[in-house]
């Protein structure tokens, strides 16, 4: 996961480009840092953190 807030926004790729697994899904939290909160004082995006792990869970319970 890419936090659009963060570094991990650039290196989701190369993350991507180099996981061995069969199953892989890239996703961005948009206004995420990289402790998945928004950056202080900026509230546009809403709650980053719920939406962060509301997605995850969702993908695992896609997956399992």
């Not at 998945?36 to 995006?45: A, K, S």
């Not at 792990?53 to 997956?63: G, I």
Request: glycine content about 10%; proline content about 2%; overall charge negative.
């Amino acid at each position: 996961m890419g936090m659009t807030g963060g570094w991990e926004f650039s290196a989701v790729e190369g993350i991507l480009a180099r996981a061995t697994s069969e199953d892989k899904t890239v996703a961005f939290v948009e206004g995420a840092t990289h402790t998945f909160n928004p950056e202080r004082g900026d509230d546009r995006f809403g709650d980053t953190l719920k939406t962060t792990y509301d997605y995850v869970a969702e993908w695992l319970n896609s997956k399992y």
